[in-house]
């Protein structure tokens, strides 16, 4: 069964330091892999995606996420944390197949709050 | 995201009864897709559809069905709601020509049933 597994349910971190939120997945086939963030009372917004090419891909807000195969992980990372990127983050899945890369799954998400 | 609305916003109803969340989209795109959020647990999918005459069930499609009335509306039924249909609900779009696969959210419904 295809799954993704995001081991922290929160992460905290001082402002201005590194952050890295975790994120691995089970999908068959070649993946495409996304992270979404989720402010309150809002829906989820896209930051980015790995769907082929460059294993390392850049998003919004200074994101960027590294697609490693051998380890079927997807990190998110940011060089340095401002306290606005404090919110729920969402990593998800889908197999690469025509009708399946609509069946996306969602990790459990990850609360990330940065302290001033 | 404004291009993709939901309504309503909120809602409180009483356990047996039905109820309707809507869900439009501007965007254009053709595929379309209802999840509900519930904490810890992430977003599960219960229906989607490719266009107007093709649905299909999620994860969690039991207690609930779904309308595609245009391309641009797609509601969620709840024939007999039940308290622990109490959730987040969140309607999104997608559109995969070019090799868009990402999916955009409305802003959700909050549904208590008591």
């Known amino acids: 069964a295809q799954s993704v597994a995001q081991p922290e349910d929160q992460v905290n971190v001082a402002e201005g330091n590194p952050l890295t939120v975790k994120c691995t997945y089970s999908?068959?086939?070649?993946?495409?892999l996304f992270w979404y963030v989720q402010y309150p009372n809002r829906g989820l917004q896209f930051l980015l995606k790995?769907?082929?090419?460059?294993?390392l891909v850049k998003g919004s807000y200074g994101f960027e996420a590294e697609f490693n195969k051998s380890q079927t992980s997807f990190h998110l990372k940011k060089p340095s944390a401002l306290v606005s990127d404090s919110a729920l983050y969402f990593c998800?899945?889908?197999?690469?197949?025509?009708?399946?890369?609509?069946?996306?799954?969602f990790g459990s998400g990850t609360r990330l709050s940065i302290r001033p | 995201d404004a291009d993709v609305t939901q309504t309503p916003r909120n809602r409180i109803t009483k356990t047996g009864k039905r109820i309707m969340l809507e869900c439009s989209q501007t965007k254009g795109h053709d595929r379309m897709y209802w999840y509900r959020q519930d904490p810890g647990l992430g977003l599960r999918l219960i229906y989607y559809?490719?266009?107007?005459?093709?649905?299909n069930k999620g994860e969690i499609s039991d207690g609930y069905s779904v309308s595609r009335q245009a391309q641009a509306k797609f509601s969620l039924s709840l024939e007999s709601a039940i308290p622990n249909q109490t959730a987040l609900y969140f309607c999104?779009?997608?559109?995969?020509?070019?090799?868009?696969?990402?999916?955009?959210f409305g802003p959700g419904t909050r549904l208590t049933v008591t």
């Open positions: 790995y769907i082929t090419g460059d294993n």
């Open positions: 998800a899945a889908a197999n690469s197949g025509y009708s399946s890369a609509s069946k996306i799954i």
């Open positions: 999908v068959s086939g070649n993946p495409y």
């Open positions: 999104a779009t997608s559109d995969e020509r070019q090799g868009h696969y990402e999916q955009y």
């Open positions: 559809s490719f266009d107007v005459k093709d649905i």
